[in-house]
């Protein structure tokens, strides 16, 4: 990590490092004690215990979560897990107040939180209720809404909603309810 600030680095991406949570910690405490600056990003599925996100404060500066599922039956129909929601709005609520609104210096992120949520083909209901319950709950936070959303392996096969590519009306139909309900803090792509 001190090699890379070294090199120029805006950051430290944690990709999908729950299972190694402890170990991470270990390390960025040494990084933090041997001069590291750059903010760490703990970059995830937004499926996280609270008791690990806790054991976490103080360490991680940018929590970048992703909001998959608002339902039950979408997290169990598209990810075998019957209560993604419930633990996402869990973690999501931790990782707010400990790391506050996202904060930009230089169009750099250097600390707060970004909700991620990417659109599926065919389930604008699912991102609809994804987009209320933050807004109700969390406010008008930072919010990347995603449309590279691409059928892989067996998804036709198992799941033929979401076995096709997303098309612009259905991102479009997103943006716009995001807009709708108050979100002003929004990064889009293109499809």
């Given amino acids: 990590?001190?090699?890379?600030?070294?090199?120029?680095?805006?950051?430290?991406?944690?990709?999908?490092?729950t299972h190694y949570a402890p170990e991470i910690k270990s390390a960025l405490i040494k990084a933090g004690e041997r001069g590291m600056k750059i903010p760490v990003?703990?970059?995830?599925?937004?499926?996280?215990?609270v008791e690990t996100l806790k054991s976490l404060e103080g360490i991680?500066?940018?929590?970048?979560?992703?909001?998959k599922f608002a339902s039950r039956e979408c997290s169990e129909k598209y990810s075998d897990v019957s209560d993604y929601a419930e633990?996402?709005?869990k973690a999501l609520i931790e990782?707010?107040?400990?790391?506050?609104?996202?904060?930009?210096?230089?169009?750099?992120?250097?600390?707060?939180?970004l909700?991620?949520?990417?659109?599926?083909?065919?389930?604008?209901?699912?991102?609809?209720?994804?987009?209320?319950w933050i807004m109700e709950e969390l406010g008008d936070v930072h919010l990347s809404i995603m449309s590279q959303y691409h059928p892989c392996h067996e998804a036709a096969l198992r799941h033929p909603v979401i076995g096709r590519r997303l098309n612009a009306e259905e991102y479009g139909e997103i943006v716009q309810y995001?807009?709708?309900?108050?979100?002003?803090?929004v990064f889009?792509?293109?499809l």
């Fill in 1 to 17: 990590m001190l090699e890379l600030e070294e090199k120029g680095a805006h950051n430290i991406n944690l990709v999908t490092p």
């Fill in 41 to 49: 990003v703990y970059n995830s599925s937004g499926y996280e215990r």
């Fill in 60 to 67: 991680i500066d940018i929590y970048m979560p992703d909001a």
């Fill in 87 to 89: 633990v996402n709005k």
């Fill in 95 to 113: 990782m707010k107040r400990q790391a506050g609104d996202l904060k930009i210096k230089n169009d750099i992120a250097v600390s707060g939180m």
């Fill in 115 to 132: 909700i991620r949520h990417m659109v599926l083909p065919g389930e604008e209901e699912n991102s609809k209720k994804a987009l209320e």
């Fill in 178 to 185: 995001a807009d709708e309900l108050g979100f002003t803090k």
């Fill in 188 to 190: 889009t792509q293109e």
